[in-house]
């Protein structure tokens, strides 16, 4: 399978503690996307970080990509309790049609 | 500039009705996902589509399952003969030529309940 898969599963943190999410896929990508989903709501997207760039930021996020083990990790800085949410990865595989395959995603829980 | 527009946001049908979901992508996109979420789990993609074409639709269930994005109007995803496994949320992404290799941008989507 071509699923990314995000770890850990489920994470809690206090308010004001940094949140740390991985992400980890199979085959080659032309990028890798970021998304939040709030509890039944569309999906948000984050940040796009391309097959050849190592790391980005915006705002409290902070995006790294490692190519050769084909992994990502998402860091939220000074995290809030509205940070509280679903993440998920995408990848953008190499010739697939720039269709996204998406993981089981990550629950934040932000407590106050 | 409008997001994403999807509707209707809630639909309720009985085993073996017809569901018909509609996105409006993003003024000046030209391309349009359609995915779809079942409960606690990541989004799956169904179809790529541009204005008249079906790009990639191997993510499409091979019955039942339509996808069509005409020159003019929104896209539609229809279900026929829906059954209870169908339920899920269904959710629309757009993205700006040329080839949709950047941000996809997602709608509010659908919520599909079949009794």
């Known amino acids: 399978s071509q699923q990314g898969e995000e770890d850990p599963q489920a994470l809690s943190i206090q308010e004001g503690e940094n949140a740390t999410m991985n992400c980890s896929y199979k085959?080659?990508?032309?990028?890798l996307q970021w998304y939040r989903q709030n509890s039944g709501r569309g999906l948000v997207h984050l940040i796009l970080?391309?097959?050849?760039?190592r790391e980005k930021h915006s705002g409290r996020l902070r995006v790294t990509l490692d190519t050769s083990k084909k992994s990502s990790s998402l860091l939220i800085t000074a995290s809030r309790a509205a940070d509280t949410a679903s993440y998920f990865c995408?990848?953008?595989?190499?010739?697939?049609?720039?269709?996204?395959?998406f993981g089981k995603g990550i629950t934040l829980s932000v407590r106050p | 500039n409008a997001g994403v527009m999807q509707n209707p946001r809630h639909l309720v049908r009985r085993r073996g009705q017809e569901a018909r979901l509609r996105c409006s992508p993003m003024?000046?996109?030209?391309?349009v996902y359609w995915y779809r979420q079942l409960p606690e789990e990541g989004l799956k993609f169904m179809v790529y589509?541009?204005?008249?074409?079906?790009?990639?639709e191997s993510g499409m269930p091979k019955e039942r399952f339509s996808a069509e994005f005409p020159k003019e109007g929104p896209s539609i995803l229809r279900i026929q003969q829906v059954v209870r496994g169908d339920s899920a949320a269904y959710f629309c992404?757009?993205?700006?030529?040329?080839?949709?290799?950047?941000?996809?941008?997602f709608g509010p989507g659908t919520r599909l309940t079949v009794l």
């Open positions: 970080i391309r097959s050849n760039e």
């Open positions: 995408a990848t953008d595989f190499a010739g697939a049609n720039s269709k996204l395959t």
């Open positions: 003024k000046g996109h030209s391309h």
């Open positions: 085959t080659s990508i032309n990028n």
């Open positions: 589509l541009q204005k008249e074409n079906i790009i990639d």
């Open positions: 992404a757009s993205s700006p030529p040329p080839r949709g290799t950047d941000t996809q941008y």
